[in-house]
T-cell receptor, first 117, second 112 residues
Framework: EPEVTQTPSHQVTQMGQEVILRCVPI?????FYWYRQILGQKVEFLVS????????KSEIFDDQFSVERPDGSNFTLKIRSTKLEDSAMYFC???????????????FGDGTRLSIL | GQQLNQSPQSMFIQEGEDVSMNCTSS?????WLWYKQDPGEGPVLLIA?????ELTSNGRLTAQFGITRKDSFLNISASIPSDVGIYFC????????????FGEGTQLTVNP
């Protein structure tokens, strides 16, 4: 079964450094998402992306964050100057499209654990 | 922002027992999803619900989209040890585009 893949599985970075998290969504999917999960807490929406632009973002997704689809398969999340509170699991998800069809839910990758020192 | 209240927070049951968990909100949702998360992995979709009143099964799992569109429940029948994990409800509102709002999760422990 097709799946969302994320790399690296674990990233350790010094505070203030830039980090790029990478995702390969499911190939025929058109909508891409980033979520984060701080240890022991619920999953929180960061941003959605469609047709090469951000379609929606949360209050968490401030100017330190950016997303990009550099080619036909990758989808990246960049954090420009990391802070201690950015430590979390970051999940990429994709869906065929949004809407009411029963075959279009969001499918998640296994995440990247980001540790800021 | 929108809040999903998921309960119970944790459950400890014996193998073979049935389990029920639910999510409620003060807001209306047009999609309810149930995910399971194992340690170190991402949420895996279990069931998706798109219509008020919809009742959907996936093996031993059954979920329903509440008539008021403000709640959903998930039942697991005849639990087995591999059912252990964290179960999350997630909802999408018509006014919030494609973003999913997640519940706090239910940690399920199954004793053999």
């Amino acid at each position: 079964e097709p799946e969302v893949t994320q790399t690296p599985s674990h990233q350790v970075t010094q505070m203030g450094q830039e980090v790029i998290l990478r995702c390969v969504p499911i190939s025929n999917h058109l909508y891409f998402y980033w979520y984060r999960q701080i240890l022991g807490q619920k999953v929180e929406f960061l941003v959605s992306f469609y047709n090469n632009e951000i379609s929606e973002k949360s209050e968490i997704f401030d100017d330190q964050f950016s997303v990009e689809r550099p080619d036909g398969s990758n989808f990246t999340l960049k954090i420009r100057s990391t802070k201690l509170e950015d430590s979390a699991m970051y999940f990429c998800a994709s869906s065929e499209k949004i809407g009411q069809s029963s075959n279009q839910p969001q499918h998640f990758g296994d995440g990247t654990r980001l540790s800021i020192l | 922002g929108q809040q999903l209240n998921q309960s119970p927070q944790s459950m400890f049951i014996q193998e073979g027992e049935d389990v029920s968990m639910n999510c409620t909100s003060s807001s209306i949702f047009n999609t309810w999803l149930w995910y399971k998360q194992d340690p170190g992995e991402g949420p895996v979709l279990l069931i998706a619900l798109y219509k008020a009143g919809e009742l959907t099964s996936n093996g031993r799992l059954t979920a329903q989209f509440g008539i008021t569109r403000k709640d959903s429940f998930l039942n697991i029948s005849a639990s087995i040890p591999s059912d252990v994990g964290i179960y999350f409800c997630a909802g999408r509102q018509e006014t919030s585009g494609s973003r999913l709002t997640f519940g706090e999760g239910t940690q399920l422990t199954v004793n053999p």
